[in-house]
């Protein structure tokens, strides 16, 4: 592509922590882009030079605004794309299918633009099928076919929201296309934006990928959270036990327990794959099913472990302060949602507890409709409380200063301690 051409530039739908490193990383590499997203907050942010996510600087928006970027509301500038990737959200419904309203209504205003000779690409985690089976149709109602008339690919996202280590450029990009002429033209796409882009000999095998990849990572959680359980029965511990294990250089992965699963992949995209097993082969995932089931339990097992902590200071949960330390559902960045600090405020709460918490990433947290009290300071959260629970281990929580407090710590994530913790 070059740049200065209306018609050559690179749209990008959905401008959350998936389109938007995508959209910067295209900036950056002098590709002209414009973004779209259905949200007006976040249209008019964006063209404020102020950014929404955790990776991206309010620096780097300005960057990409002093470069041409746009972001727009009015899906009609999509026909002046060359490629089109679509990255907006699939919630999971309340029978743990996937929600595609967004992918419907992304897919109708492309189709609504469409011109032929355009690559559309989807990057939103969904069944293996969506592309295909969802996408496609809704692309051809506008006369053009897909594989002959404008070029079709998925290509999964592999965002890992706060990691410093690897971002969208040093992150391989898996791309499968619906016909080879297809994957070619993707794959020619991703590699102005990353080092190294991975074929997939179909769409269904890229839309696979990451499914496998987070069902791989959440049957794993799932094992070393039930092992946390019987282990503290058994006076194990069995975070010594995990880094004893890793000096193993073969057939070890390490993975380590916590509170629950949080964020928006592991607990929810592995469903998307139980979920198309059952209704279209008719029976159970069950590797899945029983991870769900282990790491949804989890919120509920720190809840119990509090009541035992307190039980041996003789005191009931009914009225005692109890502090949350960290309610983000990932160490060092900001977002809060599915995070699995609020099933253990809203159990605590429900248990007639006084809750309490210190993140300093989250101004104000509200659950379940009850705003929960903010500590002014983690010393003096700890001084009030009489159990604290490390969640989420901020590299701006001072260890020394918690354990020093002398306050009972619950630690849900094996990084502190001493006489007075006890690890989940």
């Known amino acids: 592509m070059s740049r200065g051409k209306a018609e050559d530039c690179v749209a990008v739908i959905g401008l959350g922590y998936v389109g938007m ?54 899906a009609a500038a999509l026909s002046d794309a060359a490629v089109v990737v679509i990255c ?28 032929a000779g355009q690559l559309i690409v989807l990057e939103s985690t969904s069944y293996p099928g969506t592309t295909e089976e969802v996408l496609q149709p809704i692309l051809e109602s506008s006369g053009f076919k897909a594989g002959e008339d404008f070029a079709l690919a998925y290509s999964p996202e592999r965002i890992d929201p706060g990691n410093d280590a690897f971002q969208l450029r040093n992150t391989p990009k898996v791309v499968g296309g619906l016909s080879a002429e297809c994957t070619r033209q993707a794959a020619d796409f991703y590699r ?14 890229a839309e696979m990928t990451k ?40 057939g ?58 307190l039980n041996n200071q003789s005191l009931p949960l009914r009225n005692s302060r109890v502090l949350l330390l960290g309610v983000t559902y ?38 379940g409709g009850r705003e929960i009290k903010k500590m002014g300071s983690v010393n003096e959260g700890l001084n009030e409380a009489h159990v604290a629970v490390l969640l989420q281990a901020h590299t701006a929580f001072d260890h020394d200063e918690i354990i020093d407090s002398g306050t009972c710590i619950l630690d849900t994530r094996g990084v502190l301690s001493g006489p007075n913790v006890v690890r989940l």
């Open 330 to 367: 990932k160490a060092n960045i900001r977002d809060v949602r599915e995070s699995p600090a609020v099933d253990v405020a809203n159990a605590l709460n429900d248990l007639g507890a006084n809750v309490s918490y210190v993140d300093p990433l989250v101004d104000s947290w509200a659950v």
């Open 252 to 309: 070890f992965s390490r993975f380590f327990p916590g509170p629950g699963v949080g964020g928006h992949c592991i607990p929810i995209d592995p469903n998307y794959l139980s979920h198309r097993v059952q209704m279209r082969l008719g029976y159970a995932f069950r590797f899945v099913e029983l991870a769900q089931e282990i790491n949804a339990g989890m919120p509920a097992y720190v809840v119990r472990r509090v009541q035992d902590l």
């Open 192 to 205: 102005q934006l990353v080092d190294e882009v991975v074929l997939a000999s179909g769409i269904k095998e």
């Open 88 to 115: 907006v959200p699939t919630p999971l419904d309340k029978d743990l299918g996937p929600n595609l309203e967004a992918v419907e209504a992304a897919g109708r205003s492309v189709a609504a633009n469409l011109r």
């Open 211 to 250: 499914l496998l990849e987070n069902t791989y990572r959440h049957i794993n959680i799932a094992l070393v959270n039930e092992m946390a359980q019987f282990c503290a029965e058994l006076e194990i511990d069995l975070w010594d036990a995990i880094r004893c294990a890793s000096t193993k250089p073969f």
């Open 21 to 74: 490193p995508v959209a910067l990383e295209a900036v950056r590499v002098g590709l002209p882009v414009i973004g779209f997203d259905v949200s007006e907050t976040v249209v008019s942010g964006l063209n404020a030079g102020v950014s929404h996510i955790d990776d991206l600087t309010d620096e780097d928006v300005q960057f990409m605004l002093s470069k041409g970027f746009r972001a727009l509301s009015d």
